[in-house]
């Protein structure tokens, strides 16, 4: 054998399997919805609150929540009613 087998549960029961890997998120600790708000933030021109809930197409409670945490986050602001991401994502 060649190579590490770090990548393959169940070696000892006989029954190996790979194991899959989540692919990395351009913002680690935030959940995909979060992190797709965040890049709409980026990209919409007008990003009011209802703008943005239009375009995310996550339920009304659900993006109130997103929003405040990524402010609490310091990945995004507020001003005037207006949403405005402090930094791009990465990739974008």
Do not use: M, W
């Not at 549960?9 to 919805?33: H, Q, W």
């Not at 339920?59 to 310091?74: V, Y």
């Amino acid at each position: 054998l060649r190579g590490v087998l770090s990548d393959y549960a169940g070696l000892i029961t006989g029954v190996p399997t790979f194991r899959t890997r989540a692919p990395k998120s351009k913002y680690p600790g935030l959940t995909e919805n979060e992190s797709s708000v965040l890049e709409l933030i980026f990209r919409l021109p007008s990003r009011t609150r209802e703008r943005v809930h239009e375009a995310a197409g996550v339920p009304d409670a659900e993006l109130s929540a997103i929003l405040e945490r990524l402010e609490q986050l310091g990945y995004v602001r507020c001003i005037n009613e207006h949403y405005e991401a402090v930094t791009a994502p990465r990739g974008i």
